[in-house]
């Protein structure tokens, strides 16, 4: 079986020469090169940007579910289901009301 390889483009990108030489050192010390330690940090950055952008995107949908309903746990109902949760019990999170 065959993998594919995404294709992939040159991308000039410009550092200083302070950074440049602790990406040198750092990859020196990992044995990889500079390009793998800079593809790696943009992968990382983007995946960890990306739940960011979707956990911010929940945020918003539950405020404006809030907005429309009202509906709600009482931080005392939130901190009690966890502690449970936290304690290894297998229990149902709070019902939301008014």
């Known amino acids: 079986m065959s993998t594919s390889v995404p294709p992939t483009v040159p991308m000039a990108v410009k550092i200083d020469l302070e950074m440049k030489a602790r990406?040198?050192?750092?990859?020196?010390?990992?044995?990889?090169?500079?390009?793998?330690?800079?593809?790696?940090?943009?992968?990382?950055?983007?995946?960890?940007e990306e739940q960011q952008e979707v956990l911010r995107q929940e945020g918003i949908q539950a405020w404006e579910?809030?907005?429309?309903?009202g509906l709600h746990v009482t931080q005392?109902?939130?901190?009690?289901?966890?502690?449970r949760l936290e304690a290894g019990e297998d229990v149902e999170p709070p019902h939301c009301h008014v």
């Open 76 to 83: 005392e109902e939130a901190d009690t289901w966890l502690a």
């Open 23 to 48: 990406i040198q050192r750092l990859g020196d010390a990992r044995h990889r090169s500079m390009h793998w330690l800079m593809k790696e940090a943009i992968r990382q950055f983007v995946e960890r």
């Open 65 to 69: 579910s809030y907005r429309d309903t």
